[in-house]
């Protein structure tokens, strides 16, 4: 776990777990050994965060009092905790696990009566599940590629079932109700496609690096299907059914930019 990584973790722990918490458990749920574990609370005190207590006592967190706390209406709850359960639809283990670990610290913030109302909430989000394509790749990878704006190189089995290999700039991932999409910048086309990311057959780290294209290349896809072009409507989000109408078959090289491949 990077260094960084492991620091917010632990933070999330003194939030979380039943103070004081123990030097050993801290260090179990980290991944560490007492020795760093040490050394990693000495960081967070360097830093501004007031924990107190000590090797053999267990730690506990203050929050600053001198910031104001966290403060939400009943609505707003119901709106973040709706939105949290819409995660488990999506099918993604580690999305999930990220939602519920952030709503935790948020909810740790709170008062007392507004912690409660999260408790309670009355809205629940369902359907009938889907049956998703199975992703077979790294997401993990594939999400680091798009914040880091470095490049991939893939086998692609297309809608047409041809098996392609490309290298690709990956620009944001798209979930559908049954799929899952990735937005890229295809080397091979020199082209927006998007691609199944279930027809991902192997996902390899690039040599190159395309910092800091990422934002410009997003917002000129979204210019481009924001203006009145034949077959698209204003507003459209990249996904399955984003852009104009592909043109004589997926990904030939012949259909318009965001073509589905």
Not at 20 to 45: C, F, K, M, N, W
Not at 178 to 193: E, G, H, K, Q
């Amino acid at each position: 776990m990077a260094r960084p990584d492991r620091l917010m973790r632990l933070m999330d722990l003194l939030r979380r777990l039943p103070q004081p918490v123990t030097a050993a458990r801290l260090a179990q749920e980290t991944g560490v050994s007492l020795r760093q574990l040490y050394r990693d609370i000495a960081t967070l005190r360097a830093g501004g965060a007031l924990i107190d207590g000590a090797a053999g006592l267990g730690y506990s967190l203050t929050e600053d009092p001198v910031l104001p706390p966290q403060s939400f209406s009943r609505i707003e709850i119901e709106a973040l905790m709706l939105a949290l359960s819409g995660l488990d639809q999506i099918g993604d283990p580690t999305l999930i696990d990220a939602g519920r670990s952030a709503m935790a610290r948020i909810i740790a913030t709170l008062p007392d009566s507004q912690a409660r109302h999260a408790m309670h909430t009355i809205m629940r989000t369902w359907r009938k599940p889907d049956e998703r394509p199975p992703v077979t790749v790294d997401l993990d990878l594939l999400r680091e590629a798009c914040w880091q704006e470095f490049s991939l190189t893939m086998t692609y089995r297309d809608l047409q079932d041809r098996v392609t290999t490309r290298d690709i700039w990956p620009l944001g991932l798209s979930y559908s109700e049954t799929s899952l999409v990735l937005l890229a910048m295809c080397r091979l086309r020199d082209d927006y496609r998007l691609f199944h990311i279930s027809r991902i057959m192997s996902l390899q780290r690039g040599a190159d690096s395309f910092r800091p294209k990422r934002a410009a290349l997003i917002r000129a896809y979204v210019h481009r299907h924001d203006a009145p072009l034949p077959g698209n409507r204003p507003g459209t989000s990249f996904g399955p059914s984003a852009g104009p109408k592909p043109g004589p078959g997926p990904d030939t090289g012949a259909g318009s930019e965001g073509t589905v491949s």
